[in-house]
Every structure is written in C-alpha cells, then in structure tokens.
C-alpha cells in the first residue's frame, strides 16, 4: 500500500512540475514577444520623430508641394496614436506609401537631393527601415513560437487555464489595397 502511494506521489509531483514547467516556457515566449514589440515601438519612435525634418527639408526646396506634406502629416499623426500590431502595420503602411510620395517629390528636384541635410535624414530615415523590418522578423519568429507553444497539446491546456491568448503578427500588407489618406487643403 506504501508503495503505490509513493508512485501515486512521485506521479503528482511529476505531474505538477511537468504543468509549471510549460506554464513557465509560455510565460517566457509571451514575455519575449513583449521585448521584441517594444523593440519595434523604438524603432517605429525613431522613424515618426525622423519624419517631421525630412518634411521640413523638403518644403525648402519644394514649397508648393503641400499634398505630399499634407498626406505625409495625416499619416504621421495616425501612425503615432496606432495601438496594437494591426492598427499599428496599417497606420505604418499609409506612412510608408506617403513618404514613398514624398520621395517621389523630391526626384523633381535635384540640387535638394544633392544636400549634405538631406542625404543625413534618408540615410537614417533608410537605416530606421532597416532595423523596423529587423526587429519585426523578430517579433514574428517569437509570435509564431509562443502561438504554437500555446496550441500544441498538453500546453494547450495550460495555456487555456492561463487565459493566454494567441498574439498577432506584425504584417505589412500590399501597399496597393490602402485606403487614400484624405487630405482637407482649406484653411
């Protein structure tokens, strides 16, 4: 009888630190996803602050371009106020395709292209970009991680019990389906 209740305990105990042992491999994938959003939230913080001395740069050369600067502004505004992955892709999307317009702009104009200011802000504005699509590999390899962590059975269980919930990627989508950001030019 002592027997089987020592295997009966030994299976408990087992049991138990098998449970704790995938709740804590979870916790650590959600909490990686975490780091790496906020990795993407600094990146995403460099390029809006960016934004407004590329705009400024621009206008010097090509005032009456006021669309661009406009559209450039709207996206700006939006893409800072963004919550969450999906909010957050889209409102950078309509950035990326206003300042795309913006850089379009300023193939008109040479001898701005040709400044020591602007070469500085595209080559960081580039740079940016580069360390935005770096950190968010990032993040989707942590997500795809941590959402197959909580699907796969026996975790699935514990995640359920947990209330983790599966986290979204960050995806940017073709430019080609985006909304036009309207631009109210009175005043």
Same mark, same amino acid.
């Given at each position: 009888?002592?027997?089987?209740?020592?295997?009966?305990?030994?299976?408990?105990?087992?049991?138990?630190?098998?449970?704790?042992?995938?709740?804590?491999?979870?916790?650590?994938?959600?909490?990686?996803? *975490?780091?790496?959003?906020?990795?993407?939230? !600094?990146? =995403?913080?460099?390029?809006?602050?960016?934004? %407004?001395? #590329?705009?400024? /740069?621009?206008?010097?050369?090509?005032?009456?371009?006021?669309?661009?600067?406009?559209?450039?502004?709207?996206?700006?505004?939006?893409?800072?106020?963004?919550?969450?992955?999906?909010?957050?892709?889209?409102? *950078?999307?309509?950035?990326?395709?206003?300042? !795309?317009? =913006?850089?379009?702009?300023?193939?008109?104009? %040479?001898? #701005?292209?040709? /400044?020591?200011?602007?070469?500085?802000?595209?080559?960081?504005?580039?740079?940016?970009?580069?360390?935005?699509?770096?950190?968010?590999?990032?993040?989707?390899?942590?997500?795809?991680?941590?959402?197959?962590?909580?699907?796969?059975?026996?975790?699935?269980?514990?995640?359920?019990?947990?209330?983790?919930?599966?986290?979204?990627?960050?995806?940017?989508?073709?430019?080609?389906?985006?909304?036009?950001?309207?631009?109210?030019?009175?005043?």
């Amino acid at each position: 009888m002592t027997v089987v209740l020592v295997i009966l305990a030994l299976l408990i105990i087992v049991f138990i630190v098998s449970l704790v042992r995938i709740r804590n491999s979870i916790i650590g994938l959600r909490n990686h996803c *975490e780091e790496a959003w906020g990795n993407i939230d !600094a990146q =995403l913080t460099r390029r809006h602050d960016l934004v %407004p001395n #590329l705009v400024e /740069t621009v206008k010097g050369y090509a005032s009456h371009e006021t669309e661009a600067f406009e559209k450039v502004a709207v996206a700006r505004a939006d893409a800072m106020t963004a919550r969450g992955t999906r909010q957050s892709a889209r409102s *950078e999307q309509q950035l990326t395709a206003a300042l !795309a317009d =913006l850089r379009a702009v300023t193939e008109n104009y %040479p001898e #701005l292209r040709a /400044t020591e200011n602007f070469r500085q802000l595209s080559s960081n504005l580039s740079e940016v970009e580069r360390q935005i699509q770096v950190s968010r590999d990032a993040y989707n390899a942590g997500v795809q991680a941590y959402n197959t962590k909580i699907q796969i059975f026996p975790n699935s269980i514990v995640a359920k019990m947990g209330n983790f919930e599966p986290k979204n990627f960050f995806e940017v989508e073709d430019l080609s389906d985006l909304e036009p950001v309207e631009v109210n030019l009175g005043d």
